[in-house]
């Protein structure tokens, strides 16, 4: 669902820029309103996928408290909460810069464009925008693989071979999506 979100989000108004070469205008509150949503879903696919290295230490490494502790409205809740947590700093920080003259967009409302429309000086936006960002990338990923590092480290303690051999299997689907996102 993020995925369908954060896709048809971006792709239409962007198609009908390119169809219309350029004619088409995005307002300022139209465009804070697409970057939100491609932060915030965008931000959240990352955030889905340390929930899901979370369920999977919950379910190598506590097994008899999984049933207990996860679900899916817990999984929807951090995964919205937490995207939503990251995602507001940034779009206060866009919406505090004054702007002035021709302040519409011709394409996909990024944030260093939305940036470049502002009459006061964004150097220390631009810092924090960084900042923010690379907290939101690292964050999750930071917590993927101190959940993976538990897993490991339960899977080579186990006796059984089968044991071992089902722990990783239902976490190396995980892994090689994590790699393909964080990869690219």
């Known amino acids: 669902m993020l995925e369908i979100g954060y896709s048809t989000n971006i792709a239409p108004l962007t198609l009908a820029g390119l169809l219309s070469m350029g004619r088409i205008l995005i307002s300022l509150p139209g465009c804070g309103a697409q970057m939100f949503f491609s932060i915030l879903l965008g931000e959240s696919d990352c955030v889905f996928l340390a929930v899901m290295a979370y369920d999977r230490y919950m379910e190598v490494c506590h097994p008899l408290h ?14 919205l909460g937490l995207g939503f947590l990251l995602v507001l700093p940034l779009t206060i920080l866009i919406c505090h810069l004054s702007f002035c003259g021709h302040s519409e967009i011709y394409h996909f409302c990024d944030t260093p464009a939305v940036m470049r429309l502002a009459c006061a000086d964004t150097h220390r936006h631009e810092a924090a925008l960084y900042a923010i960002s690379v907290a939101a990338v690292a964050i999750p990923l930071l917590l993927i693989c101190l959940s993976y590092g538990c897993i490991v480290a339960t899977i080579v303690r186990m006796d059984s071979a089968q044991g071992r051999r089902r722990a990783f299997s ?10 393909l996102q964080y990869g690219c």
């Open 66 to 79: 999984y049933n207990l502790i996860m679900s899916w409205k817990l999984c929807g809740q951090m995964t």
């Open 170 to 179: 239902t976490s190396s689907s995980h892994l090689m999506v994590v790699l």
